[in-house]
């Protein structure tokens, strides 16, 4: 009796190695979309996004806002991305260069919405680590009253 249920607990493992298996090639599929539309969205006709005088201040607003959250945690390497395209939004800024601001601008809103969506991302990854835990705790207090009974 005691085989057949570690044999059961071998195989339900497996199982979910392999249903996390695939929730990790879905999520790394995701991330890949998602940078490529990021990608995307940076090649878009310049002048899309209108610059004024406040349109850079506001981004550096939303920009700070961003690094201030658990986002940041989360997606270190998108913000990593954003600080940069601030840096050169600033740049063209101070270079009268409006198109080229908007294009920065409008990259790093789409960074922005990319790193939103990895903290998400890790936040139901951990939520699916926690839940694998619960089941595999269960599964021992299962297989320990199983013992008694015997």
Known sequence: MKKQIISKS???NKL???FIGSNQLKTTLIVMNLAFLTV???CGSPGA???????YYQLESDVAAII?????DAAPLEIKFIKEKLRLAKQAK???KRSLEAQYTEQIYADIATAKLRAELN???NQLLDKRDQVSAAQVYLM???ERLQ
């Open 10 to 12: 071998k195989a339900f």
């Open 16 to 18: 979910i190695k392999a």
């Open 40 to 42: 995307l969205s940076g």
């Open 49 to 55: 996004t209108k610059i004024d005088d406040n349109t």
């Open 68 to 72: 201030n959250s658990k986002v940041a």
């Open 94 to 96: 101070a270079e009268k």
């Open 123 to 125: 936040q139901k990854n």
């Open 144 to 146: 320990e009253l199983k």
